[in-house]
């Protein structure tokens, strides 16, 4: 994070905070930082913006302190493992005209805004079927993403090109002999098509998305999240037209961009996750995977 904001102007990181301040003075040494503290509040009183990295099971204390202080947050996702909770911190910081911006760079990418406007014209048509995959072997190790931050990045992609209205929801989880999560599955049923996911843990998938529809294909290939280019077919069409757009780093400089751009009034946040509607379906679809994985 501290790398990828050199790369955007209008912003300087001055601080780190963390509770071990061993781990806090290392940092600020190693990224050549202004200060660090390991007294929160302190270091709420220094900055504007704040991004959390934390466990999940802290995440949602520190993103609630953060916005009692009247700070715009950045932070990994999901926001809290309860959705009332979630709902909650969203409606705080719309009360204090505060952002929440979740650390998934594809909602910032302007391909996933074209993406998205090609599919809602009905570039392709009526959707008949969505797939992808993604696996935490995609992801620094150094990260460490719970399965339910990994499976959030396709959740978001289904909920944003389909919708939120789906009939029904199956999920299938495989687990090893120790009895530790391996692979998921999700399909959403909706009303005139499917959609399908696959995630995992070190399990070689095919990482790709594929949406058809009922006049022709749009097809991205690899890194789908990073949605560096995708490819398009029309029916009666023999080859796939190529609409390609800059990837730089690992997409956190979108995320702050975007964030800039926001708290200064030139556009509004397209495509975050807090609507009421995207919300509910979000957690329902967490919820069921989370109690698969469970049992």
């Not at 993403?145 to 929801?169: Q, R, T, W």
């Amino acid at each position: 994070a501290v790398i990828e904001s050199k790369n955007v102007s209008g912003i300087h990181v001055q601080s780190v905070f963390s509770e071990d301040k061993i781990t806090a003075q290392n940092f600020a040494l190693k990224y050549e930082l202004d200060r660090d503290f390991f007294n929160y509040e302190d270091f709420l009183n220094t900055i504007d913006i704040v991004y959390i990295k934390s466990s999940q099971m802290q995440r949602d204390k520190y993103i609630r302190k953060a916005l009692e202080h009247k700070k715009h947050v950045i932070c990994d996702v999901p926001l809290s493992l309860d959705y009332e909770e979630c709902k909650n911190l969203i409606t705080l910081a719309k009360r204090n005209n505060l952002m929440i911006f979740e650390n998934v760079p594809m909602l910032y990418l302007q391909s996933f805004g074209q993406l998205l406007w090609m599919v809602k014209g009905n570039i392709i048509g009526d959707i008949l079927s969505f797939k992808c995959s993604i696996s935490k072997n995609n992801f620094n190790n150094l990260d460490k993403k719970s399965i339910m931050e990994i499976v959030y990045y396709p959740i978001c992609a289904v909920l944003k090109l389909l919708g939120n209205k789906y009939k029904d929801c199956k999920c299938k989880t495989v687990k090893n002999d120790v009895g530790d999560f391996v692979y998921g599955a999700i399909e959403l049923i909706y009303s005139k098509g499917t959609a399908f996911i696959e995630t995992g843990i070190d399990v070689s998938l095919e990482d790709s998305m594929v949406i058809v529809g009922t006049e022709g294909t749009i097809h991205v290939p690899d890194d789908w999240w990073n949605l560096g280019y995708f490819k398009v077919k029309r029916r009666g069409e023999h080859k796939f037209k190529r609409y390609s757009f800059n990837f730089d780093g690992n997409g956190f400089r979108y995320i702050i961009k975007s964030l800039l751009q926001t708290i200064n009034n030139k556009h509004e946040e397209a495509y975050q996750m807090n609507s009421a509607e995207d919300l509910q379906a979000l957690y329902s679809l967490l919820d069921k995977l989370k109690e698969d994985v469970k049992n």
